[in-house]
């Protein structure tokens, strides 16, 4: 096994700009993992602010609990990462895989810092529940329509295209000019079972997990529409996407907001006292779009490219499908809503248009699977 797995890292050193990084001078920029260094906690593990050599500051992300049986596949999902570039997804420094005597086997990677911290901090932390600390419109507008594109290059421009499987706020990460960047791509299948998480199978976090991936481990982009639905409803709400702890269906705020829309309310989810509001129909087009991305049933919810246009263009947003089955419903349920629902306003991979569930109307999901793969295979 350390044979394939040198192989399959000098390779990667050979097909990327990715810097294979010595762990002495991981250590020496994070000051020996200093406590004062850490910038975030996760299931994984720690992340620390770095300072390199060249007086460059990284985000360094230490995973925890690591054996050497997993470097092969953690070498794949690092080359990857490494070719993916797009200004709406946090770029891949380098990376360190060592084992030492006294801090045994280590996976590492190395990415570049966001100096706003994550959108999570802006619209949750303590010491922004004040009007005056709250996002302003145009901020939001920016983090909404950027995460968007990001997550469609991710899907439609990467080769292979990648489903990143753990949306959410804290993983959306803002620069210097709160331009989002998505994080953490390519690296779900890494993160160990935790308090958040729903499975070893499943990889994601409570209150964002489409019903469908987290129920039967069925895994396709649109599980990530879902839970950029989720994400967006927090940014236009400033509210969890669990209510409440006690986790209970009625207490999502895709429910909320659906409840809302649903009665002709829907500029309610908006946040009050948001700072600098926009035009009013823009606002609704924004909350409408996160609820049909928020859908519980997958076929509809549009794709992500899909979700760029209406974000960023004038095109009517489809009407949204009834929620006709619960949350937790059976597949054979799932089956037969799929065959027997009558027709909506549903999306097709090639464009929109009115659809009927199952018949001649060829809408059909691509890139179905099930378990660990976070990629697609291509058509």
Excluded at 141 to 151: N, P, S
Excluded at 167 to 187: C, Q, R, T
Excluded at 210 to 223: D, F, I, K, N, V
Excluded at 317 to 345: H, K, N, T, W, Y
Aim: charged residues 25%.
């Amino acid at each position: 096994m350390e044979n394939v797995s040198s192989t399959r890292l000098d390779n990667i050193s050979q097909s990327t700009t990715v810097v294979k990084f010595k762990f002495d001078e991981i250590k020496k920029a994070t000051r020996s993992f200093s406590r004062d260094s850490i910038i975030g906690k996760g299931g994984y593990g720690n992340v620390y602010k770095g300072r390199l050599f060249d007086d460059s500051e990284v985000a360094v992300k230490r995973f925890k609990n690591c054996s050497a049986a997993g470097d092969a596949s953690f070498a794949h999902e690092v080359e990857v990462i490494a070719s993916v570039r797009h200004v709406n997804l946090v770029a891949l420094r380098g990376y360190c895989i060592a084992t030492t005597s006294m801090e045994g086997h280590q996976r590492i990677i190395v990415c570049e810092l966001m100096k706003n911290g994550s959108l999570h901090d802006h619209l949750f932390a303590a010491a922004n529940n004040s009007s005056s600390g709250k996002l302003s419109w145009p901020v939001r507008q920016k983090i909404a329509l950027g995460t968007a594109r990001g997550l469609a290059y991710l899907h439609y421009g990467a080769q292979p295209g990648i489903i990143h499987r753990d949306i959410k706020a804290s993983n959306i990460l803002l620069d210097e000019k709160f331009e989002p960047k998505v994080a953490d791509f390519g690296l779900a299948k890494f993160n160990p079972e935790g308090m958040t998480h729903l499975s070893t199978r499943v990889a994601g976090t409570m209150g964002y997990v489409a019903p469908e991936y987290a129920l039967y481990g069925q895994l396709t982009e649109r599980s990530d529409v879902y839970s950029y639905g989720v994400v967006l409803l927090e940014l236009l709400s400033g509210k969890k996407a669990l209510l409440s702890s006690n986790k209970s269906d009625d207490d999502r705020d895709t429910d909320w907001a659906w409840s809302l829309v649903k009665e002709g309310r829907g500029l309610g989810v908006v946040e009050d006292g948001m700072p600098e509001l926009g035009d009013a129909d823009v606002m609704e087009r924004y909350v409408l779009v996160a609820v049909l991305c928020s859908h519980p049933q997958l076929y509809a919810r549009p794709t992500m490219d899909q979700v760029v246009k209406m974000l960023e263009t004038d095109l009517v947003v489809p009407s949204i499908p009834d929620r006709g089955l619960p949350l937790v419903a059976g597949m054979d349920d799932i089956e037969m809503s799929v065959s027997s629902c009558g027709s909506g306003q549903l999306f097709s991979a090639s464009g929109y248009g009115s659809f009927g569930y199952g018949g001649s109307s060829g809408v059909k999901e691509e890139g179905l699977e099930s378990g660990s793969t976070a990629h697609r295979t291509g058509t």
